[in-house]
């Protein structure tokens, strides 16, 4: 346990609803990452934030933006939501020493 | 992104017996991490092995090891002695060092179903 909490669990949203979900972590670790997972895909990464404003574009980033004002917050934006971001959301930190990351328990959504 | 290849989508093993997960992937680099996670039915992502490029020894932890073969880009996990509890989903992963951006490119996954 990295000290990674995601909220919510689950979220049940319709299309073009906003939503935000949010990644928390305890022990100041510098990187943070959003990845989606599929079928067929394993993961994927959104974005990631090297740092307090420092935030960046992963491989599937269209329609998502992020934010983070603070070490241990990193949140995920649906502007405005569709059914092809139905998926599970992980949040992931990079510990320094190992450069390993260590995952948050997932967020299920679901977009009707 | 890195190209990272599990060819195997399902595998199944008997309890107690031995399993062995293929991945390869392409780079062109020399430095990176590459990794194996384990995701049971609770969802959660975990870490089982993790070996760096220029390490010739293979990474073991307990159960678990690798046969790291660089100049094949091949990276396949050994699970021994399987129990019940390895049923889960594993995903092999490559880290590229030069970025520094220290991203994962995921394979899509091997589902393991230990038999009792």
């Known amino acids: 346990d990295a000290g990674i909490t995601q909220s919510p669990r689950h979220k049940v949203t319709e299309t073009g609803t906003p939503v935000t979900l949010r990644c928390h972590q305890t022990?100041?670790?510098?990187?943070m990452y959003w990845y989606r997972q599929d079928p067929g895909h394993g993961l994927r990464l959104i974005h990631y934030?090297?740092?307090?404003?420092?935030?960046d574009k992963g491989e599937v980033s269209d329609g998502y933006s992020v934010s983070r004002s603070k070490t241990e917050d990193f949140l995920l934006t649906l502007e405005s939501a569709t059914s092809s971001q139905t998926s599970v959301y992980f949040c992931a930190i990079k510990e320094e020493l190992s450069d390993t990351q260590y995952f948050g328990p997932g967020t299920r959504l679901t977009v009707l | 992104a890195q190209t990272v290849t599990q060819s195997q989508p399902e595998m199944s093993v008997q309890e107690a017996e031995t399993v062995t997960l293929s991945c390869t992937y392409d780079t062109s680099e020399n430095n990176y991490y590459l990794f194996w996670y384990k995701q049971p039915p609770s969802r959660q992502m975990i870490l089982v092995i993790r070996q760096e490029a220029y390490k010739q020894q293979n990474a073991t932890e307990n159960r678990f090891s690798v046969n790291f073969q660089k100049a094949a880009k091949s990276f396949s996990l050994k699970i021994s002695d399987s129990q019940l509890g390895d049923t889960a989903m594993y995903f092999c992963a490559f880290m590229k060092l030069k970025s520094n951006d220290y991203k994962l490119s995921f394979g899509a996954g091997t589902t393991v179903t230990v038999r009792a």
């Open positions: 022990e100041n670790h510098r990187y």
């Open positions: 934030s090297y740092g307090v404003k420092d935030t």
